[in-house]
């Protein structure tokens, strides 16, 4: 169905193309190895962020980023199995299928920096890898955080983990990326989104994201901006 079609932007002969493809389910549940990952929550979670994060992807994850292509270091799709999305090989690596993940990656909508000066500035001099710096008239500068969601192995029983590109945290500013009540980090650029008990088996990744993830995002840019109370207010 439509809403199973998944979209990436790539370069060709110097233009930007669109690539397109049905979500292979099979192949993606393959890869959690999870009995209770089941298909009909798969198609549930890959509709709910079709309908939200429509330009997010879902991917295996080596650790906090997206598993490279062992051909070309491109991204890898659900595409007929798991294969890249700029070679278009397919991969049977292994090692990576025994040590990946499930994830999705993509960027959060563009967040303001204007009112952040100190970190705009270092942010507009130089943006971290995987992140885009723009300017619109309608909103000023902004900042568009790429981020990776990541299904853990026992998913549902276990929230899903949300982790952070290497790079933003080398910004001038930023905190460290260690494990810290201060910036709510549990080290490895994850998040820290969930007190014991508050992580329920119904949540969808998409949730984890709008509703924790996003929130996380502002208030460490506020942090890195100078506002070491940032992540003492409740949202």
Known sequence: MADLMQTYPRKRDGRIERRTWRVDLDAALALTRSKRFDLV???????????????????????????????????????????????????????????????????????????????????????PPKHVVGQRPELGHYLLVPLLARYPRDFPASAVQVAYQPGLFGVRGMPPESASHSTHMLGGGFMCLFASGQWRRVMTAREVLQQRAYAHVIKLLNYGAGNRRSFAKVS
């Open 41 to 127: 929550r798969l198609e549930a979670e890959v509709r709910e962020m079709a309908e939200h994060f429509p330009r997010w992807v879902l991917t295996a994850s080596a650790g906090r980023e997206p598993a490279p292509c062992p051909s070309c270091g491109g991204l890898l799709v659900f595409d007929r199995g798991l294969r890249c999305v700029e070679c278009e090989r397919a991969t049977r690596s292994r090692a990576l299928l025994k040590s990946a993940n499930l994830a999705w990656f993509g960027l959060l909508p563009p967040i303001g920096i204007d009112g952040l000066r100190k970190l705009k500035r270092a942010l507009v001099a130089k943006a």
